[in-house]
T-cell receptor
Framework: QKEVEQDPGPLSVPEGAIVSLNCTYSNSAFQYFMWYRQYSRKGPELLMYTYSSGNKEDGRFTAQVDKSSKYISLFIRDSQPSDSATYLCAMRGMDTGRRALTFGSGTRLQVQP | GAVVSQHPSWVICKSGTSVKIECRSLDFQATTMFWYRQFPKQSLMLMATSNEGSKATYEQGVEKDKFLINHASLTLSTLTVTSAHPEDSSFYIC????????????FGDGTRLSIL
């Protein structure tokens, strides 16, 4: 079983829809949670960064972390065709000696105009 | 926001040559840099972690003599693929962070390496 599970999709939605992307994880030591967006042949771009449980909102994006369920979500409101990309969740623990991120496999999102 | 520059973005070379990829942090001190490899439609696979001024720590299964990493300054790390062969063709991505802050890693735009 992978440490971080993410549905690979593809997920296809109409323009304007609310998109829900999710990851589950098994390592209770994870404390920092990130969502990255990756366009084809580009590096990942940081979208959201949260510490521990709770919600964080930035424009059309909302990140939620539920540590009790080991479940994180990214919501995209009013989705646009330009949101079409692969979305990667990533996380790490507090261990200052091991700062590498553990990634989900990525969800491909397609927003249809 | 923080910017990480990676160069070159695409390189094609003959089998047996060595290729150097640079990763620079433009507006922060990158005390730690990471090198990843990504195959089509797959997630990022960590190859190695380097702290400025120290030897890199390689993940299991990654040949350190094949993938040479140098992190001699707080703004530059290099990955050299030595004696590259077609199976080394891949998308290589670096990321950087200041480990004394709690800011997340920021990624370069990747290097597409094609070995003929």
């Amino acid at each position: 079983q992978k440490e971080v599970e993410q549905d690979p999709g593809p997920l296809s939605v109409p323009e304007g829809a609310i998109v829900s992307l999710n990851c589950t994880y098994s390592n209770s030591a994870f404390q920092y949670f990130m969502w990255y967006r990756q366009y084809s042949r580009k590096g990942p771009e940081l979208l959201m960064y949260t510490y521990s449980s709770g919600n964080k909102e930035d424009g059309r994006f909302t990140a939620q972390v539920d540590k009790s369920s080991k479940y994180i979500s990214l919501f995209i409101r009013d989705s646009q065709p330009s949101d079409s990309a692969t979305y990667l969740c990533a996380m790490r623990g507090m261990d200052t000696g091991r700062r590498a991120l553990t990634f989900g496999s990525g969800t491909r999102l397609q927003v249809q105009p | 926001g923080a910017v990480v520059s990676q160069h070159p973005s695409w390189v094609i070379c003959k089998s047996g040559t060595s290729v150097k990829i640079e990763c620079r942090s433009l507006d922060f001190q990158a005390t730690t840099m990471f090198w990843y490899r990504q195959f089509p439609k797959q997630s990022l696979m960590l190859m190695a972690t380097s702290n400025e001024g120290s030897k890199a720590t390689y993940e299991q299964g990654v040949e350190k003599d094949k993938f040479l990493i140098n992190h001699a300054s707080l703004t530059l790390s290099t990955l050299t693929v030595t004696s590259a062969h077609p199976e080394d063709s891949s998308f290589y991505i670096c990321s950087a962070e200041d480990r004394y802050s709690n800011q997340p890693q920021h990624f370069g735009d990747g290097t597409r390496l094609s070995i003929l």
